[in-house]
């Protein structure tokens, strides 16, 4: 039976999970409705909470000059159950935070399952939510079921923008051919459990390079239905076909790139490389960094084992697309992320305009409490200071954007753009500036890099002191 004041989260991936759980330990009481098992989707494969498909969701766990880094740590300041999953399950990738996949959806599942607080309903939601749940948030992700997402589209009257997404194929480490590939991270980089050899490199000299380029661009991809041709992809996760198509030398410069990596066997640098990262805490899977693809099924087996070192290679999981789906976030939502139109639904995770699992969780984590303070169940102190990672991703999707053309002569304050806005990471150009000393502490002048490094680091400091104090209020 509902209970008027419940919390209805409706998807159960890293967002809606996150946001059970900050709601349910500040004391409301969260109904989390989710599909599967019941129904699929093209991304997942279990029926795990917050089930991740690649290893390396959360990126660089740099606190001092990395924005990413710097999210990870606001949340875990937060008390952000998905962190502490992440923590608890991490596997080696040099200055990333990877984590096995399997072992971080099982903790996360255990703990909200295990909370006094949430109840978990195995079902789907197919339309507009009924108006006895006056605190609702929607955490469907970038897969949201086509009647849910034609029901918000109906409710909002604005066109939903749309991308393509693909995931890299995961490779068994056992058919890697050693005699050529071999472990490094670049600049011999240590990270989180590394020893600063966390990446396999297969080495390939020009004419390997500009045979594989010959081949990726030859190669037989998926196409696309006619409503999906005008579809934009998102510019971090490139298919890497489609950077191919770019120039010859765009993947040397992208994920190929040689720069800080020494081949033993010459003692030189390659001409490019292709670089796996660990998959599994077992060690058995690596998958192929930045290698997410359109090509079908037969086409990336042999395309793939032309790289050298990978000749043998046996697939665990092939690459793949999916269309995502977001919502006009700087137009449709309030500070709070609830809905203009009807402020009993709010909106978290992928759909709201982030990119990432990392941010995804993040506005779950946001939305979570702000439900949880409109359920009477904690005091409300406003959203998080524009200075922190939190702040500065919530202030991008709820109004930060802007387009550049809708900056008139007068000088009034542009309008959010529709057709401008797209999925955003977390990153430094989304804070406010901060004052960056001309000199360190030895009176000498900064310069170049080193002015950028101190710039970052100012900003984290002020962020991490920001965030304390709002997690203490």
Not at 26 to 35: I, K, N, P
Not at 132 to 143: K, R
Not at 201 to 229: R, S, V
Request: proline share 5%.
């Amino acid at each position: 039976m509902t209970n008027a004041k419940d919390i209805h989260i409706i998807g159960a991936g890293l967002a809606g999970s996150e946001a059970a759980w900050q709601a349910a330990e500040a004391g409301a009481r969260v109904v989390l409705h989710e599909m599967r098992p019941m129904r699929k989707t093209e991304a997942h494969q279990t029926d795990a909470l917050a089930e991740l498909v690649c290893s390396n969701s959360f990126r660089s766990d740099d606190a001092q000059t990395n924005a990413v880094g710097l999210l990870h740590e606001e949340m875990r300041r937060s008390g952000s159950i998905i962190m502490r999953a992440a923590d608890a399950h991490q596997v080696p990738a040099g200055g990333a935070l990877a984590v096995d996949r399997d072992g971080f959806s099982a903790a996360v599942t255990e703990a909200v399952l295990g909370h006094a607080n949430i109840e978990l309903r195995r079902e789907a939601v197919d339309a507009l939510p009924p108006d006895d749940w006056a605190n609702v948030i929607i955490a469907t992700g970038p897969l949201t079921a086509a009647p849910l997402a034609e029901a918000i589209h109906v409710l909002t009257g604005k066109d939903a923008l749309a991308f393509f997404d693909a995931i890299a194929p995961i490779v068994y480490k056992s058919s890697i051919d050693f005699d050529v590939a071999w472990f490094q991270s670049r600049y011999d980089k240590k990270g989180p459990g590394g020893d600063g050899a966390d990446y396999i490199n297969c080495p390939l000299d020009k004419d390997q390079y500009n045979a594989f380029i010959d081949a990726l661009l030859a190669g037989e991809k998926t196409e696309f239905k006619d409503w999906e041709k005008s579809t934009p992809y998102f510019e971090g996760c490139l298919p890497v076909e489609v950077m191919a198509e770019r120039g010859r030398d765009t993947l040397r410069f992208g994920p190929m790139k040689p720069v800080g990596l020494t081949d033993p066997r010459t003692g030189a640098r390659p001409h490019a490389v292709v670089q796996l990262r660990q998959d599994n805490a077992l060690g058995t899977l690596y998958n192929m960094v930045g290698f997410q693809t359109k090509l079908k099924y037969g086409a990336q087996s042999s395309v793939f084992r032309m790289i050298p070192g990978l000749e043998k290679a046996e697939f665990a999981r092939l690459g793949g697309i999916h269309r995502n789906t977001f919502i006009n976030a700087p137009l449709l939502l309030d500070e709070t992320l609830r809905l203009k139109a009807r402020p009993a639904l709010r909106f978290a995770g992928q759909i709201t305009g982030v990119e990432g699992y990392l941010e995804s969780a993040a506005i779950g984590l946001l939305a979570g409490l702000f439900a949880a303070a409109d359920a009477g169940a904690t005091a409300f102190s406003g959203p998080p200071p524009a200075t922190t990672a939190l702040g500065a991703l919530l202030g991008h999707i709820t109004g930060g954007h802007v387009s550049a053309s809708a900056n008139g002569a007068s000088g009034d304050a542009p309008a959010p753009s529709r057709q401008a806005f797209q999925p955003m990471n977390v990153n430094f150009g989304l804070f406010p500036e901060v004052h960056v000393p001309s000199q360190d502490g030895n009176g000498r002048r900064l310069k170049g890099k080193e002015k950028g490094i101190a710039r970052k680091r100012a900003m984290t400091q002020r962020a991490l002191a920001d965030i304390d104090q709002w997690v203490n209020r």
